[in-house]
């Protein structure tokens, strides 16, 4: 398995924008399926984003066209820049990496706080 560290949340006031990084320990993040998910009090925990080794994205529809997941493999990163942030974005994000292999890795999860 991999280490996760992530960093960039915090509280923006509705319309604003926030970009979350996370950060691969090792030399496999070339072959990574890498994901953002997110969970809401009293709510199961739902895929954000992601994007496979080859630069392929999927999102969750209430987030297409506002956030954008994107890779670095020079810096073993990967991030989502979510803008015209909503309430309802409101969240513990974590990131995920899943190897072709099956195996899966989680951050440690970073609070994202949508309020005026």
């Known amino acids: 398995q991999v280490q996760l560290v992530e960093s960039g949340g915090g509280l923006v006031q509705p319309g604003g924008s926030l970009r979350l990084s996370c950060t691969v320990s090792?030399?496999?993040?070339?072959?990574?399926?890498m994901g953002w998910y997110r969970q809401a009090p009293g709510k199961q925990r739902e895929l954000v984003a992601d994007?496979?080794?080859?630069?392929?994205?999927n999102y969750l529809a209430s987030v297409k066209g506002r956030f954008t997941i994107s890779r670095d493999a020079a810096k073993n990163t990967v991030y989502l820049q979510m803008n015209i942030l909503e309430p309802e974005d409101t969240a513990v994000y974590y990131c995920?990496?899943?190897?072709?292999?099956?195996?899966?890795?989680w951050g440690q999860g970073i609070q994202v706080t949508v309020s005026s």
């Open positions: 090792g030399s496999i993040f070339s072959i990574l399926t």
């Open positions: 995920n990496a899943l190897s072709p292999f099956g195996s899966s890795s």
């Open positions: 994007i496979r080794p080859a630069g392929t994205t």
